[in-house]
């Protein structure tokens, strides 16, 4: 990272340079399960060069890294750095429950020249002190690597990582942001609680407009949206973003509310349990590669298909 930043520097270079939207990958598998380095290869290309997306999120949930090796999730890593090859910025998830795993993914972030790493919190038994917990896990992240860290707290680790406890954490030198997968008003509260030391944000697509107009917020981080809802003739998305970083909140709107025929179609045909396999077939249908999901997520059937097809066919949507 000698490059790039110094671990100090870490939180102005991350002010400065994690910015816009930023998209949580989907990892293409072929039928033989094996991961599809090409497509992901021809994924990155599209969504950068096409999409104008301005960092990827890699190797996340919606990437299905509980279902990939170590080597994989490190070849992931080598794939998005290489694609993206100072054209958009990468942050990769080094997330896991065995905290050497998480040290050993993070080093050949490092190495492999991520600009970022992202750590879920951990699941926590017989713990009754958690926040000092969380703080001394962050902390020793933060003693053995120069990375910036970003934090990921949501409902998977069963309980959730409250405001005064990432506030605190945000103080660590080189913990630049937060994936806060919660209520509004809990990420609300944070973002007043820490100003500009760290980027707050939150995959959820609905609000981000309000967020930048009533927060202030520069950073989308990051989910699908930003490659499920445009293809490279309608970028709806990227446009309302622009219009309200300048402060042009109603024409924003506008824009914005355009989309709500794309948003409901995905709604009403999204299988409950089927993220991953849904996510993928979407882009499927917008030209992208798709391909399997790896157990134990489930994949489409023939029925649910036929559903998002015609949903997607009529969405408006251009393509």
């Given at each position: 990272m000698a490059g790039k930043y110094s671990k100090l520097d870490?939180?102005?270079?991350?002010?400065?340079?994690?910015?816009?939207?930023w998209a949580a990958a989907l990892n293409p598998f072929d039928d033989d399960l094996s991961l599809n380095e090409s497509g992901l290869r021809s994924n990155i290309r599209h969504w950068i060069d096409d999409l104008g997306i301005e960092g990827l999120f890699i190797a996340g949930k919606q990437g299905?890294?509980?279902?990939?090796?170590?080597?994989?999730?490190?070849?992931?890593?080598?794939?998005?750095?290489?694609?993206?090859?100072?054209?958009?910025?990468?942050?990769?998830?080094?997330?896991?429950?065995?905290?050497?795993t998480v040290g050993e993914l993070a080093a050949h972030a490092e190495d492999c020249g991520a600009d970022y790493i992202v750590v879920h919190a951990p699941v926590l038994s017989f713990v009754h002190d958690r926040g000092e917990v969380l703080y001394r896990y962050y902390e020793a992240l933060c003693d053995r690597l120069d990375i910036g860290i970003a934090m990921w707290s949501h409902p998977d680790s069963g309980y959730?990582?409250?405001?005064?406890?990432?506030?605190?954490?945000?103080?660590?030198?080189?913990v630049v942001a937060i994936k806060y997968s919660v209520p509004r008003e809990m990420y609300v509260r944070l973002t007043h609680m820490v100003g500009d030391r760290i980027q707050v944000s939150t995959s959820a697509e609905d609000d981000w407009l309000d967020n930048i107009e009533e927060l202030g917020w520069r950073l989308?981080?990051?989910?699908?949206?930003?490659?499920?809802?445009?293809?490279?003739?309608?970028?709806?998305?990227?446009?309302?973003?622009?219009?309200?970083?300048d402060g042009r909140f109603d024409e924003a709107?506008?824009?914005?509310?355009?989309?709500?025929?794309?948003?409901?179609?995905?709604?009403?045909?999204?299988?409950?349990?089927?993220?991953?396999?849904?996510?993928?077939y979407w882009q499927e249908l917008l030209g992208q590669v798709g391909g399997r999901v790896r157990p134990p997520m489930l994949e489409l059937t023939d029925a649910e298909k036929a559903a998002i097809r015609e949903a997607f066919e009529n969405c408006g949507l251009r393509t």
């Open positions: 870490a939180k102005d270079y991350a002010r400065e340079n994690m910015r816009g939207i299905e890294f509980f279902s990939m090796s170590l080597d994989e999730r490190k070849r992931n890593f080598e794939i998005a750095v290489e694609e993206c090859d100072g054209k958009a910025g990468v942050i990769v998830s080094v997330s896991d429950q065995n905290f050497d959730l990582m409250q405001p005064g406890e990432c506030a605190r954490i945000a103080e660590l030198p080189n989308y981080l990051c989910s699908s949206p930003p490659y499920h809802l445009q293809t490279s003739s309608d970028r709806r998305m990227n446009e309302y973003t622009r219009l309200a970083f709107r506008r824009v914005r509310d355009s989309l709500d025929p794309v948003r409901d179609a995905m709604a009403r045909t999204r299988p409950a349990d089927k993220p991953q396999a849904f996510g993928k």
